[in-house]
């Protein structure tokens, strides 16, 4: 009995000492980190002293002053975690593989824009291929038909907006309205409702309204929850990057500018949960221009967006990248000196919701 217990004590102490079974996020990581060092071998000497380390849905290899990175997704929202990482590691140069030609070619644009050498590569087969940079992104007009709906907009008390070619009515940075061009259900027209299912089921459940009574009907429910004295609710949790915008544009001496107007961005967002920037033009006291880029909670693709938005409307412009005070993150000002063409990181008040707080540099 003795030896029997023994023995199985042995057995359970083996069995523990086991390494634990790779779950899939382990696999994928180490699937990657080895195709990023078979990538860097094909082309550079790898460091003796290289060093792999995990990325979101990609993966990095340090070494010798030297940082790459893979990207598989969502390349062209990765290029401040790209330089945050070269930061932390005093990297003095840095290449980006993405499998994504297009997003490779918006990386590379937005990578020429900082001092730190990055170069950004795709893939032909198992060849690496230098990615050339996107030109300027532009931010079209609306159509003349949506244009007639700006009044509409504004009679309802809704902000207009303009973003990729669509209208859209605002309220404190919600998009709580938009203007759809002519198509196979009927003319121009505007739809009210919270992003597009809202629009689609307030289109069913608001048929009988005419379209002001359904954009006053909107904003009658949401206003009183897109308020700074209302009690946390989805409505005021949503692109507050956007809300932020709003009380600079209709306050626009809170930042030292003179006139500021809402402009699309470089990257649109792809939906109102997705974290983003809000960037507006216009001038300072002196008549200079200025891109006033907004940027809620600690987000390190907000330099690299505020750069490209600048680049994309006013490329000499005086660059003012605002933020609450609690969100003035060290690593944010790191990427700000990075920045090729100066730029100023500027802070309000954590109160800036009451558009009350004055900004600091």
Known sequence: MVASTASSGATAVATSSRPLPLNDADRLDRLRAAKLRALVASRWEVPADA??????????????????????????HRLGAVLAIACRAGASEVHVV???????????????????????????GTDLVPAEAAPPADDPAPSPEAELYR??????????????????????GLEVARVVDADDAGATRVEAGVGRFDREAGAMMRAGMSESDSLDHVVDVVGPLRS???????????????????????????????????????????????????????VDPAG????????????LDAVPSAADDRLSHAPDARLLLVVPAADAAPITRELVDLLAIPAELVTVGDDWATGTSGGQG
């Open 288 to 299: 200079a221009p200025v891109v006033v880029t907004c940027s809620v909670g600690v987000d």
């Open 151 to 172: 009044p509409v907009l504004r009679e309802a008390g809704l902000d207009p907006v303009v973003e990729g070619g669509v209208l859209l009515g605002e309220l404190r």
């Open 228 to 282: 700074a004295g209302a009690a946390r609710h989805p409505m005021n949790q949503l692109v507050r990057e956007r809300w932020l915008r709003s009380v600079l544009v209709a306050d626009p001496a809170l930042v030292d500018a003179a006139e500021l107007r809402p402009v699309g961005s470089a990257v649109p967002r792809a939906n109102l949960t997705e974290a983003g920037v809000a960037s507006a033009v216009g």
């Open 51 to 76: 060093v792999d380390a995990p990325f979101p849905n990609g993966a990095t290899l340090r070494g010798d002053g030297v940082v790459w990175v893979l990207v598989e997704d969502d390349a062209v």
């Open 98 to 124: 993405v499998a994504e030609p297009a997003d490779a070619a918006v990386l590379a644009r937005r990578a020429s824009l900082f001092t730190l050498p990055v170069s950004v590569w795709t893939l032909d």
